[in-house]
């Protein structure tokens, strides 16, 4: 039996051709970095998977891509450390970012991409910075 959130994305004719591309992206980049997710900790490795489902859904497919390219390599390789004033440091491809932590625990980062700026305008929400947090959050809890 196929999975129901798979068959509803894949097989939707809603999804543009530029939609179709970034998944397409995405599953490239998690067969590529497939020695990184296996070297993860269970529960971190289930958190991805959530969080992968979760992008399907809501049709999140630039988070989607960002978490195989980018938040899976970045635990994996140890590019995050907790920051002195409270949040995280995350050493990006291109930058180095600052996430933030409210009492609510939300998150929020100094980047393009949480904010909708520049070419992801109209298009903010959770970067591979915030993933990458989470991520680290999880980890650290074992």
């Known amino acids: 039996m196929e999975n129901s959130s798979q068959s509803a994305v894949f097989a939707s004719e809603d999804l543009s051709p530029e939609d179709r591309a970034v998944v397409g992206q995405a599953w490239e980049f998690a067969y590529h970095h497939s020695d990184l997710l296996a070297s993860l900790e269970p529960h971190v490795l289930s958190a991805v998977m959530q969080l992968s489902d979760e992008y399907l859904r809501e049709g999140q497919y630039v988070h989607l891509r960002k ?58 929400g959770d970067c591979s910075h915030i993933q990458t947090a989470t991520l680290f959050s999880l980890a650290a809890e074992q």
């Open 67 to 124: 978490l195989f390219k980018n938040a899976v390599p970045y635990i994996a390789e140890g590019k995050i450390t907790s920051a002195p004033e409270g949040g995280f440091f995350v050493w990006g491809n291109t930058n180095d970012h600052h996430v933030t932590v409210a009492e609510d625990h939300s998150m929020a980062c100094d980047c393009d991409l949480f904010h909708g700026r520049g070419k992801f305008e109209d298009n903010a």
